[in-house]
């Protein structure tokens, strides 16, 4: 993990650049799709929806929070990505979703800069990446 900061212009010039978010989505895509068969399953993505914690932390607390609700989210957030809602997640889907969603953080987080604690193999920080070496260049 490390603090990095940014703000909303990190992630839309990430986004903007179809490469360096072409290529990030496809390494993620393959990494999680275990059974390789060309799309996440329920379970396959689900591990990455743990794996981010979001709701089972709060400002890295660790929070009690009920399993069937939990379950609720993590439906829903499926259900957000399988755009035709035939159970399973394909490349294009991920990548539009994903898209979105750093498009939405993006415009939330606007253009004052804020210190954010990242994962190092997370979307996010790969798009720090990016940016400090556009600036270094």
């Known amino acids: 993990m490390s603090v990095e900061l940014l703000d909303g212009s990190?992630?839309?010039s990430f986004v903007e650049d179809e490469e360096a978010f072409n290529g990030l989505i496809h390494d993620r895509f393959s990494n999680l799709d275990a059974n390789h068969d060309g799309f996440l399953s329920y379970s396959e993505i689900l591990?990455?929806?743990?794996s981010l914690?979001?709701?089972?932390t709060h400002f890295g607390i660790d929070v009690k929070r009920d399993p069937d609700?939990?379950?609720h989210v993590y439906d829903s957030l499926f259900v957000k990505f399988d755009h035709?809602?035939?159970?399973?997640?394909d490349l294009e889907e991920f990548k539009m979703e994903t898209k979105r969603m750093m498009l939405a953080m993006a415009n939330g987080l606007g253009v004052l800069p804020v210190q954010m604690v990242l994962e190092e193999d997370s979307f996010l920080k790969k798009a720090v990446e990016r940016e400090a070496?556009?600036?270094n260049a």
């Open 10 to 12: 990190t992630f839309l």
């Open 133 to 135: 070496m556009k600036m």
């Open 53 to 56: 914690r979001v709701f089972e």
């Open 47 to 50: 591990k990455e929806f743990q």
């Open 69 to 71: 609700e939990l379950a």
């Open 84 to 89: 035709d809602a035939n159970g399973a997640v």
